[in-house]
Nanobody, 119 residues
């Protein structure tokens, strides 16, 4: 599975941005996809995930109510809608996937896309 993330850019505080991640090579039919981010000088952080079959989502507390993860089964694409962006959301965002939660780790990683939020 190859993951291709897109949609990053430079925005101002309070703006919105939508990231997309398309999976190719294999359909994500029963797995989980998610997003991580890594800010300059900081460790990589889990942002959120979506169960591909149920649509159930999980988010880190710092983005709850501002970020929304969705998926398009037909296009094998996951999106991250980011609203009310803050400077602390500045980071490289990575999409990830695993064929099954039972595996216990993220098997596939995409290249990052940079999100910069200016104050």
């Amino acid at each position: 599975v190859q993951l291709q993330a897109s949609g990053g850019g430079l925005v101002q505080t309070g703006d919105s941005l939508r990231l997309s991640c398309t999976a190719s090579g294999r359909a994500i039919s029963s797995g989980v996809m998610g997003w991580f981010r890594q800010a300059p000088g900081k460790e990589r952080e889990f942002v959120g995930s979506i169960n591909w079959s149920s649509g159930q989502t999980v988010y880190v507390n710092s983005v709850k109510g501002r970020f929304t993860i969705s998926r398009d089964n037909a296009k094998n694409t996951m999106s991250l809608q980011m609203n009310s962006l803050k400077p602390e959301d500045t980071a490289v965002y990575y999409c990830v996937a695993t064929p099954s939660p039972a595996i216990g780790r993220w098997v596939y990683w995409g290249q990052g896309t940079l999100v910069t939020v200016s104050s």
